[in-house]
């Protein structure tokens, strides 16, 4: 059975750091793309990173580049997310997905396994 849970979210002030991290279980998904979603409140979930398979590639959505990074560790199933220079509008409840594919896409609908979820609160 396979598991996504999404590890280390919190309340953080605004300029500040957090580091997510997402632990698959039930296969090995080292040659697919994983990434973070978020979702705030009455908003639509959106894509925020992915990573391809091997980890040369990534995609970041305009609002993060540059102050987020994304990165795995194929050995341990793991995924993360370091988050610097938080703002309020990141805000948002932080979910780890996986698409059987092994090119980074930001559609919601490419991607087959989804974590609970871990909430992120920045405040100003």
């Known amino acids: 059975q396979v598991q996504l849970v999404e590890i280390g979210g919190g309340l953080v002030q605004a300029g500040g750091s957090l580091r997510l991290s997402c632990a698959a279980s039930?296969?090995?998904?080292?040659?697919?793309?994983m990434a973070w979603f978020r979702q705030a409140p009455g908003k639509e979930r959106e894509f925020v990173a992915g990573i391809s398979g091997g980890g040369q590639d990534s995609v970041y959505a305009d609002s993060v580049k540059g102050r987020f990074t994304i990165s795995r560790n194929n050995a341990a199933n793991m995924l993360f997310l370091r988050m610097n220079d938080l703002k309020p509008v990141d805000t948002a409840v932080y979910y780890c997905?996986?698409?059987?594919?092994?090119?980074?896409?930001?559609?919601?609908?490419?991607?087959?396994?989804w974590g609970q979820g871990t909430q992120v609160t920045v405040s100003s």
């Open positions: 997905a996986v698409d059987n594919e092994v090119h980074v896409r930001r559609t919601l609908d490419s991607y087959d396994y």
């Open positions: 039930g296969r090995s998904f080292g040659s697919y793309v």
